[in-house]
């Protein structure tokens, strides 16, 4: 239902959009071209004819990765590290219960 000059951009899910009909809009002129942070099949075998496309660009999903981010990851490990030698509540626990 897109205009054959449009770009689809995903970032959110692969499973969002229909590879395969996603392909065939790419090959056929149904759409102009993708830009994709994320695919249906991650990681997505090599032989997958989308990686061949001039109209595709792939990203790895890594949009949410900085010096900051891994900088505040890490600090919330470390003090959950401490928490839990202290006995203290874990912050962010998930238990199957």
Same mark, same amino acid.
């Given at each position: 239902m897109m205009k054959p000059s449009a $770009?689809?951009?995903n970032t959110t899910r692969?499973? $969002?959009? %229909? #590879? /395969?009909? =996603?392909? /065939?809009? =790419?090959?056929?002129g149904g759409i102009a071209g993708a830009a994709l942070d994320v695919l249906?099949? /991650? *990681?997505? *075998?090599? /032989?997958?004819p989308i990686w061949q =496309? %001039? +109209?595709v660009v792939i990203t *790895?999903? #890594?949009s949410g990765i900085s010096r900051e981010s891994v900088a505040r990851s890490a600090a919330f490990s470390f %003090? +959950? $590290?401490?928490?839990a030698l202290l006995g203290e509540p874990?912050?962010?626990l998930i238990t199957l219960e």
């Amino acid at each position: 239902m897109m205009k054959p000059s449009a $770009v689809i951009i995903n970032t959110t899910r692969g499973a $969002v959009i %229909d #590879q /395969e009909a =996603l392909y /065939e809009a =790419l090959t056929t002129g149904g759409i102009a071209g993708a830009a994709l942070d994320v695919l249906a099949e /991650e *990681p997505t *075998p090599q /032989e997958h004819p989308i990686w061949q =496309l %001039d +109209n595709v660009v792939i990203t *790895p999903h #890594q949009s949410g990765i900085s010096r900051e981010s891994v900088a505040r990851s890490a600090a919330f490990s470390f %003090d +959950n $590290v401490r928490r839990a030698l202290l006995g203290e509540p874990i912050q962010s626990l998930i238990t199957l219960e």
